[in-house]
């Protein structure tokens, strides 16, 4: 077998700035100290007159960023998901949902998998915080090829924009030349008859590994993608509720107020349907490393494949 | 305009903050009303802007963190032509435009949302960067309360102002000494707010009464002047100032005039106007 090539989301988002910076002068990058981290630190290479370091001071950055798209520029924001989302929520409520300012926030380290650094900067709750705000577009895309379309579909959506990205390297599952990104559009990654698996973000491939091991049990799992979890494809989602019966949603996030909350949310109102939600369980992560801590709490295709067993 | 056809506008646009908060049953006459001279300057004096044309791209901008006053902007918007005088009566009201606090997608003439204390400046920082990055030759203002400075993100702003030495940035302190719990010193002091700014490396400037024009003319000239840092203007003011009962008074800062109330505040308002006119 060949080996699978890996790439950590926040790369790809680093180089997709870059790319698509090439093409939008008007796009501005703007960090808090962490642009190694977040790898804006390849676009301040690019082109350090549109790199604008805030400091430690994430609050700021976000009025920073209003200001600046209100004069016609496109400005990304970038820090990790728990101050981008976590400790700025009000301010991107404020500053930028309320009056709909054309502001792209791009964060990484989102989730677990954040590893080392433990439970304080393990974000599981920035889903479900950015989809209650009105007009918010919130993207969390599986790959590198994901990645580099959704920032391209970002600066082309007018309008705020939340985008989720991991540190840990994911394998690169979507490059078929067939592969088209649209925003709110779901993707249906592998056909099957007896559930649907949603996923959003690392987990997806990983869900991919456990709908093949779910086969060799006679269990044939469909399988979508959902990179969009706001607006959420609810066509998709109510089809493959009524075409399979049961549906599992997974997300490295929180099981509240996420992809399986907005899955929820859908499904009971127009296709009730038995639903497993996969993902942190109303807890808090802890240090170690990414893979083992996926592992931990069942987050790996092994975990996945286990608690839909358990499930079915 | 000379002296004093601004204090005469200024006195009109009182009327207009304190009707539309007599009609609302709501909002915040005391800031609005300690404010009004300098909303009074920017919008007819100072700013480079057009009614007619609300987002022309140059434009001077105003950010007002100071949201709640939104009666004393939208006052002086309607008197300076960006929408009808007659509307500042919906304020607050189901279907009006004109929102309990600042909406720049609704209002005619406002650059930022605002309302919630500590993000205007941050807006204001970043209109103010953008100029720069663009080399374009629009000022940005910002205007906000001393109990507003309490906020931390003020002093992140600040930071980013003064070490991006933003000098097309004028962040303005309305010092009416009162906060919604009572005096600013007793709540949790933010004095000395001049020192504060110095430190974050601005050029400071003390106006002892920010209700007369000639002071606040000599501020924004010295502003306009200044280059390399970004000018605090921090001018000491009256809240409630011109009416009455409410000058000074705490209790003003968000309550509405009862029709008795408005009736004097409106006679206090229309004796300050004959006086001008004897002038």
């Known amino acids: 077998m060949s080996e699978v090539k890996k790439i950590a989301t926040r790369e790809s988002y680093g180089n997709a700035l870059v790319e698509v910076g090439k093409e939008y002068e008007n796009l501005v ?7 190694a981290a977040t790898k804006t ?11 604008i370091d805030c400091g430690i001071a994430e609050c700021n950055m976000t009025g920073i960023a209003a200001g600046l798209a209100t004069t016609g520029k496109i400005p990304f924001i970038s820090s990790f998901a728990m101050f981008a989302a976590g400790r700025n929520f009000e301010q991107v409520r404020n500053s930028i949902g309320y009056p709909h300012l054309n502001v792209k926030i791009g964060a990484t380290h989102a989730g677990i998998s ?34 580099k379309a959704a920032v ?41 008859k007896d559930l649907t698996i949603i996923a959003t973000g690392l987990p997806v491939a990983e869900c991919l590994a456990a709908a093949d091991m779910l086969a060799k049990d006679g269990v044939n799992a469909k399988v979508i993608n959902i990179h969009t979890i706001k607006p959420l494809d609810t066509e998709l989602v109510v089809a493959a509720a009524k075409e399979t019966g049961k549906v599992v949603t997974v997300e490295e996030h929180s099981i509240i107020g996420g992809l399986g909350g907005a899955v929820c949310e859908t499904l009971s109102e127009q296709a009730p349907t038995p639903v497993l939600r996969i993902g942190m369980n109303d807890k808090f992560g802890e240090s170690g490393a990414a893979v083992p801590l996926l592992h931990k709490y069942g987050l790996d295709a092994e975990g996945i494949y286990n608690k839909i067993k358990a499930w079915i | ?65 100071k949201g709640h006053t939104a009666p004393g902007l939208y006052s002086t918007l309607a008197h300076r032509g960006y929408f009808p005088v007659e509307d500042l009566t ?26 919630s204390l500590g993000q205007g400046i941050s807006a204001a920082c970043g209109m103010a960067l953008s100029a720069k990055l663009s080399n374009e030759s629009y000022r940005v203002y910002t205007l906000l309360g001393d109990g507003e400075i309490q906020e931390g993100q003020v002093w992140e702003a600040a930071m980013f102002a003064g070490a991006r030495k933003l000098d097309n940035l004028v962040v303005i302190v309305d010092n009416n000494g009162l906060q919604i719990d009572g005096r600013i010193e007793d709540v949790c002091s933010p004095y000395p707010i001049d020192k504060k700014f110095e ?30 840092m970004p000018t605090a203007i921090i001018m000491k003011t009256v809240k409630g100032k011109d009416v009455s009962f409410m000058e000074n008074n705490v209790a003003w800062h968000g309550t509405a005039p009862n029709d008795e109330q408005y009736a004097i505040a409106m006679a206090d308002l229309e004796k300050v106007g004959e006086a001008l006119c004897q002038k």
């Open chain 1, 29 to 35: 990058v703007l960090d808090a100290d962490l642009a």
């Open chain 1, 41 to 51: 630190g390849i676009f301040k290479k690019a082109f350090p007159e549109r790199h």
């Open chain 1, 114 to 147: 954040v590893g080392e650094d433990g439970a304080s900067h393990q974000c599981n709750e920035d889903i479900a915080l950015m989809r209650t705000i009105p007009g918010m577009v919130v993207v969390c895309p599986s790959d590198d090829v994901e990645t």
């Open chain 1, 152 to 192: 391209r579909a970002a600066v082309e959506h007018e309008g705020p924009v939340y985008l989720r990205f991991g540190r840990l390297a994911v394998p690169v599952i979507n490059d078929r030349p067939d592969y088209k990104f649209e925003l709110g559009k779901g993707v249906v990654l592998r056909e099957g």
């Open chain 2, 1 to 65: 305009m000379n002296k004093l056809e601004l204090q005469k506008t200024a006195n009109e646009i009182r009327k207009g903050i304190v009707t539309a908060v007599h009609s609302a049953k709501a909002g915040h006459p005391g800031g609005s009303l300690s404010a009004t001279e300098v909303f009074t300057y920017l919008y007819f004096e100072e700013m480079n802007i057009d009614p007619k044309d609300p987002k022309k791209p140059d434009r001077d901008r105003f950010v007002l963190s």
């Open chain 2, 90 to 115: 919906t304020l607050r009201k189901l279907g009006s435009y004109l929102q309990g606090h600042p909406s720049m997608q609704y209002i005619p003439g406002v650059d930022m949302s605002s309302g």
């Open chain 2, 199 to 228: 430190a974050f490396n601005f050029h400071v400037i003390n106006v002892a009464d920010g209700n007369d024009f000639d002071q606040l003319k000599a501020a924004f000239d010295e502003a306009r002047a200044t280059k390399g």
